[in-house]
């Protein structure tokens, strides 16, 4: 069900493709002035900075999201915080994806103001517990084992030290006679157990519990199979997305439907997942684009094609409308695409199998497009998939290769049109794919 949870918000999100550019930071906002003002800088020197760093204004959202830019001085003030030479600043930042290799801190792209700055080499810093770290150490004799077993036991399942943020995230090794004892409590066989293991992506078909590389700790064993065998429903956490169902009319019995037909869908095939790799590769292919205008026939060909294929991948029919409430014009996507506005217009999306079963309508409302609700969407969808991906888990795992992963690419740039934003939505639906793919690495 949780695979389900997350590829239904995707489908949401990608189909929906609303304008982003209605919640674009404009030049003249009060906000952005007043901000200007407080860290004494001109806008011209403020926007030109930003140019020169590959971002644009119509990125951010509010001003509350800008920073003071990354100067010479400010590097000296975070280096001497954090009792750093430049070379040691360099490599944490080399290591951790923000800039290449050889660069400068300055000459860094994604770490771009003060405030980030002195943030990340904090967060960066605190990682890893050290060896003789006297919890560490205490919790070691708590669990009877010694320094070198426990550290040689994280090792043989690809993880270290460096990955924990505190010693309460660790646990007690998973040993067979933990496994016998979680085995006894919910009355499973060796075989049923694996067998839950395997549903839910904790261990490859064929592996035994004691070779999972996810579930490493008695405690964690004890907690999943509690949550499997008892299904600790998600209805008890709240997703903070009824009111959107709410306000774009969809109802219970519609997702519903759609729940029902993404049970047909053989999401755990290989060849399935392979041709959602394959559409992603091709996303990440595509050079970086503001809008429309500045792509070739080529390239919306190529964009077109890669959301047809998904469509057809989740065996989807999608129809889009321009509505009064009363008459219905039809939209190709490729009109859509070029959409810039509905000309005071909503939007209607109506979704069916591919054997024409109508499985559900949503309608945005042309004040929605400069409301808050379509402003959340994005957020809440990020609550949900956090939520999904580790509910209430007993460790959590810090997986420092996950952080350099997320800060090694180049977030998307804000556009004017729905063609673009159509693009932001088809990465959502790739990155939940990837993301329930991957379950068990989340809390990492």
């Known amino acids: 069900m949780k695979k389900l949870l997350v590829l239904l918000m995707a489908v949401l999100l990608v189909l929906s493709a609303v304008p982003a550019s209605t919640f674009a930071l404009e030049q003249d906002d009060n906000e952005f002035e007043a901000f200007l003002k407080e860290i004494n800088w001109s806008k011209e020197d403020y926007i030109e900075y930003l140019n020169s760093k590959d971002w644009t204004l119509d990125y951010y959202e509010s001003a509350d999201e800008l920073g003071t830019?990354?100067?010479?001085?400010?590097?000296?003030?975070?280096?001497?915080?954090?009792e750093l030479t430049r070379e040691e600043l360099n490599g944490l930042l080399f290591e951790y994806g923000d800039i290449e290799e050889g660069q400068d801190v300055l000459d860094g792209i994604y770490l771009i103001f003060e405030e980030d700055l002195y943030f990340y080499i904090e967060y960066y810093l605190e990682a890893g517990i050290e060896e003789n770290d006297p919890e560490f150490l205490a919790f070691l004799k708590e669990i009877g084992w010694s320094q070198e077993d426990y550290i040689a036991y994280l090792a043989s399942k690809d993880w270290s030290l460096e990955d924990y943020w505190s010693v309460d995230e660790l646990g007690t090794p998973l040993t067979e006679e933990g496994v016998q004892a979680v085995m006894a409590e919910f009355e499973l066989t060796r075989e049923e157990l694996n067998a839950l293991l395997v549903q839910f992506g904790d261990i490859e078909k064929g592996e035994d519990v004691l070779d999972g590389i996810y579930i490493i700790f008695q405690e964690d064993l004890?907690?999943?199979?509690?949550?499997?065998?008892?299904?600790?429903?998600?209805?008890?956490?709240?997703?903070?997305?009824e009111g959107l169902f709410e306000e774009i009319g969809l109802t219970d019995e519609e997702l519903e439907r759609i729940f029902d037909h993404l049970l047909t869908l053989d999401i755990e095939d290989e060849g399935f997942m392979a041709q959602i790799d394959a559409l992603l590769v091709r996303i990440d292919a595509m050079e970086d684009f503001e809008s429309a205008d500045d792509l070739d026939a080529a390239q919306i060909a190529e964009i077109l094609d890669i959301f047809t294929q998904l469509i057809d991948l989740f065996e989807l029919d999608i129809k889009y409308y321009l509505t009064d409430g009363t008459d219905?014009?039809?939209?190709?996507?490729?009109?859509l695409m070029a959409l810039e506005t509905t000309n005071?217009?909503?939007?209607?999306?109506?979704?069916?199998?591919?054997?024409?079963?109508?499985?559900?309508?949503?309608?945005?409302?042309?004040e929605m497009f400069g409301s808050e609700i379509i402003k959340e969407t994005g957020k809440d969808i990020e609550v949900v998939k956090e939520a999904v991906a580790a509910p209430k888990p007993v460790t959590v795992q810090k997986d420092v290769k996950a952080v350099k992963t997320v800060k090694g690419g180049k977030l998307p740039k804000t556009a004017s049109d729905y063609g673009v934003n159509a693009l932001i939505g088809l990465a959502f639906v790739l990155a939940g794919f990837l993301l329930f793919r991957r379950m068990k690495t989340a809390g990492n």
């Open 344 to 366: 005071g217009m909503d939007l209607l999306i109506e979704i069916y199998n591919t054997q024409g079963t109508f499985l559900a309508d949503m309608i945005f409302t042309a």
């Open 222 to 241: 004890h907690y999943w199979i509690n949550y499997y065998v008892n299904e600790e429903p998600y209805e008890e956490i709240d997703f903070g997305i």
């Open 328 to 335: 219905k014009q039809p939209l190709t996507l490729a009109a």
């Open 69 to 82: 830019p990354l100067s010479e001085e400010g590097v000296q003030e975070v280096m001497a915080a954090f």
